[in-house]
């Protein structure tokens, strides 16, 4: 049996799928969690896949470490935590 993957954002018509991340590691792991995620994403069929960071800080390491890397038809997007 395959293993499936659970996303933490989903439509009800599966044309939408999200990952989360949250806080402020900013580690060589966490980066590595980030691909991974991104990679799921990709691997999907959806009309978007959105990969969501909560914090200001992480969203701009990360922007800035992917540059040039192969991440197809995911938005990466900041969305705060109030």
């Known amino acids: ?13 599966n044309s939408i799928v999200g990952e989360v991340k949250s806080g402020r590691d900013l580690s060589d792991y966490r ?4 691909c991974l995620d991104c990679l799921y994403l990709m691997s ?3 009309e978007r896949r959105i ?15 992917i ?3 192969a991440i197809e038809n ?9």
Do not use: H
Request: aromatic share 14%.
């Open 1 to 13: 049996m395959p293993n499936e993957y659970e996303f933490d954002l989903v439509s009800n018509d």
């Open 31 to 34: 980066f590595a969690e980030c």
């Open 44 to 46: 999907v069929k959806a």
């Open 51 to 65: 990969f969501v960071l909560t914090d200001q800080l992480m969203y701009d390491w990360f922007r800035k470490i």
């Open 67 to 69: 540059c040039g890397l």
């Open 74 to 82: 995911v938005e990466v997007m900041l969305v705060e935590r109030p």
